[in-house]
């Protein structure tokens, strides 16, 4: 009876146990790749052509604006904003400034430096009663205080930029919640007149939501224009491979021989 368990024990030992197969994961079968390029329909080339630039510009003689005629401008202007009719002047080494003032509220400053003449003003207070209208309207009103178009010499808005703007004081309890800078150019038959500093935008003025005027400054436009002729701006055009030619020869110490 030992004998037999022992040898059922071995055949069992001995068996080797099956195990099924896993079944595989069907997969979505997935279609070529396209290699064909699908051409646009109703497609239109065009070239770019460059700006007709003029062979010569009309040239002008100018008269700048001297600190006694914008200081007339600001004394005309003060009533309208205002401001004390009775004038302050500082002299500080180079600096000369003269103030229209109406104290702790508003202010316009004429200042002659070695660079030139600006006219600056500032609003912390707004005046009670001030109309309410448009940022773009109080801007072009206020600017034409101190400057009128004339047939020689226009003024011109060349965009407008939002806030914050840095050394922008105001001071009102109900403080407004968008300020806007309003930019404009002095110009002669669409061309532009620049400071000597050869920036365009020669006057801008930054007004609330309200409309009211808070900051201004002004180059002030020259004086008188006279019309002197025209220059030639361009030289006759030279072939490409001659200006190659010629910055080698400029860089070489011997001499360059060129076949065609």
Not at 30 to 51: E, G, H, L, M, R
Not at 172 to 187: G, I, L
Not at 223 to 242: K, N, R, Y
Request: aromatic fraction near 8%; charged fraction near 10%; include cysteine.
């Amino acid at each position: 009876i030992v004998i037999v368990i022992i040898a059922a024990g071995v055949f069992l030992g001995r068996k080797t146990v099956t195990t099924t197969p896993a079944t595989p994961i069907p997969l979505a079968p997935q279609a070529p790749p396209n290699d064909s390029f699908v051409q646009p329909s109703k497609v239109i080339f065009s070239f770019v052509a460059a700006p007709a630039v003029p062979a010569n510009l009309p040239t002008y003689q100018f008269q700048a604006a001297t600190r006694a005629s914008v200081e007339q401008l600001a004394n005309v202007a003060a009533p309208s904003l205002n401001l004390q009719a009775t004038p302050s002047s500082l002299q500080m080494a180079d600096t000369y400034t003269k103030t229209w003032a109406w104290p702790n509220q508003a202010q316009i400053v004429v200042t002659e430096t070695k660079s030139g003449i600006t006219l600056s003003f500032q609003q912390i207070l707004a005046q009670r009663g001030a109309p309410v209208r448009p940022p773009a309207d109080a801007a072009a009103a206020f600017l034409s205080l101190f400057f009128t178009s004339s047939p020689d010499v226009s003024i011109t808005p060349t965009g407008v930029s939002s806030g914050p703007f840095d050394g922008l004081l105001v001071l009102d309890p109900s403080n407004p919640p968008e300020y806007k800078q309003y930019n404009f150019r002095y110009t002669i038959g669409g061309y532009a007149i620049t400071t000597s500093g050869f920036n365009d935008n020669t006057a801008f003025v930054i007004v609330d939501s309200a409309g009211v005027v808070r900051s201004a400054n002004i180059t002030p436009p020259p004086a008188s224009v006279t019309h002197a002729g025209t220059a030639g701006i361009l030289t006759p055009e030279i072939p490409s491979f001659q200006i190659k030619v010629l910055r080698l020869q400029i860089r070489s110490k011997t001499p360059i021989k060129t076949c065609c």
